[in-house]
């Protein structure tokens, strides 16, 4: 039936009333979408069709508090509040089927003038998501951030890596309980999250194996331990006071260690160069890499879906592009030196034609036959 549509799993009806192009979803069966249609077509030939009244309508910001609620609990959370603390001034009061396409690029136009390209397109995502829960729920006929563009990101940023010497200097600066930490962190490349959550029952000692779900990505993952990481867990399993976590403090989890970690940078001389915890993640994967370790192994053991993910994390995709292209220079030179360099070219089956590449302008000939 002409006005019945189907999106996803949900079947949605679309009429015009007053002028006025209007989308309903109704539900999961065709035939219900179709009798509503017909049920609205009949009310409006006998004048009985009425629009939803504001009751009936979600405001942005009661849509955003349902959304917070169905994300409750989820590694993403914070990054979204942080997203619609900024979005609400320019849209809490508005009802969603009243936020235009135009609407939206406007906001988006004035935060590319105070944030990054990364930053709004991080609002930007948080809409079209938030404008596709509120049309399963039936709340939006269509999403008003659908086609707005993305803004330009910056190249990723390289970060400082720690050499050998820096790692002493740090390790020999850093207080007692962030020792092991570090240990764990320059011997494991696991994130801070995943060290600071580590728990006994993910350390096989007998077998030298971590075993941990990263927060980041919910996925499993399996690290061997080296000598050095193993020697340390020995010991602080000899030592440890009943607290299931493996860095703790009177029995509870170590929460954070940025000012442990910055107070030992300074202590190091090492607080200028701006390292980060993060740092010393990406210190042990190039540190792999430069010994040879390929990188589908380097991704494994960072946990990486893909080894795009890997190259663009390391850095090392444009380099071994570099290295590569490298190995065409001289053939080329050679080939381009010679004073009539010229190709062969089909200009029919039975005469081809010579084109000169060294003339400004491309001179041809027929060929004898």
């Known amino acids: 039936m002409k006005g019945v549509y189907q999106r996803g799993k949900v079947w949605w009806i679309r009429y015009r009333f007053n002028g006025r192009l209007i989308r309903k979803a109704i539900g999961y069966d065709k035939r219900l979408a179709e009798e509503s249609l017909m049920a609205i077509k009949g009310d409006i030939v006998r004048g009985e069709h009425r629009l939803r009244k504001n009751g009936d309508r979600r405001l942005f910001k009661e849509m955003a508090a349902e959304y917070l609620e ?6 993403s959370l914070k990054r979204d509040e942080t997203s ?19 609407d939206i690029e406007a906001y988006m136009k ?38 707005v563009k993305r803004s330009k990101e910056a190249p990723w ?27 764990v962190a320059f011997g494991t490349g696991l994130r801070k999250g995943d060290i600071l959550a580590l728990q006994w029952r993910d350390i ?5 194996i971590i075993t941990l ?33 493996i860095f703790s403090f009177n029995g509870h989890k170590i929460g954070d260690i940025k000012t442990a970690f910055r107070a030992a940078l300074r202590r190091s001389g090492l607080l200028e160069k701006g390292y980060r915890f993060h740092d010393i993640r990406r210190t042990f994967a190039t540190m792999l890499y430069n010994r040879g370790v390929v990188l ?23 380099e071994e592009t570099r290295q590569a292209i490298q190995a065409l220079d001289q053939p080329l030179a050679r080939a381009l030196a010679e004073p009539a360099m010229s190709t062969l070219c089909a200009q029919s089956p039975d005469r081809p034609t010579e084109i000169n590449l060294l003339s400004d302008t491309y001179e041809s000939k027929a060929l004898p036959s």
């Not at 619609?84 to 135009?102: G, V």
């Not at 096989?204 to 030298?208: F, K």
């Not at 927060?215 to 000598?227: F, H, S, V």
């Open 70 to 75: 169905e994300k409750a609990g989820k590694r």
């Open 84 to 102: 619609l603390n900024s979005l609400m001034p320019e849209f809490q009061h508005k009802f969603l089927d009243d936020i235009t396409r135009r």
């Open 110 to 147: 004035k935060r590319r003038e105070r944030i990054s390209g990364a930053g709004a397109n991080r609002e930007l995502s948080l809409l079209k998501h938030m404008f596709n829960i509120a049309i399963e729920k039936g709340y939006l006929g269509e999403n008003p951030a659908k086609g």
């Open 157 to 183: 940023r390289y970060r400082f890596l720690f050499s050998e010497e820096e790692i002493q200097r740090l390790a020999a600066a850093a207080g007692p309980h962030l020792r092991p930490i570090l240990a």
């Open 204 to 208: 096989d000692l007998e077998h030298g």
């Open 213 to 245: 779900t990263m927060q980041k990505t919910e996925d499993a993952i399996r690290i061997p331990m080296l000598p050095m990481v193993r020697e340390v867990l020995e010991r602080m399993r000899t030592q440890a006071k009943g607290s299931p976590y």
């Open 296 to 318: 589908t192994k380097i991704q494994r053991l960072l946990g990486h879906k893909s080894v795009l993910t890997t190259e663009r994390y390391l850095g090392v995709k444009f």
